[in-house]
């Protein structure tokens, strides 16, 4: 083995190959098509950065939902403590009527 390193991946196309690129896209499509061939690609990518943004805050809703219906979950699993303070205290009054009438 010689110990020369492959780059995994080439570097970014610099000027010669960039000429190179423009002229194959000249011959194939044509002059007059280039720019409509950008706008309508930077129109799907806005369409797309679009659908991307409400897929994120559909999935950040459902998310608080989530949350909202684990903080109730947690308020109804708490024992009641008023409830079970009346409760008692309705005890020891009926003791106390008891106690009276005996």
Known sequence: MNGALVPLFPGIPGGPELLV?????????GANKIPKLA????????EFQKG???VEQELEEM???????????????EPATESTDTESETADIA????????
Not at 39 to 46: L, P, V
């Open 95 to 102: 003791d106390a009527e008891t106690e009276k009438s005996n």
């Open 63 to 77: 998310r608080k939902g989530k949350d909202k219906e684990a903080s109730e979950a947690d308020v109804e699993s």
């Open 39 to 46: 706008r309508s690609t930077g129109e799907a990518m806005g």
């Open 21 to 29: 690129i423009l002229l194959i896209a000249v011959l194939l499509f």
């Open 52 to 54: 991307r943004e409400e």
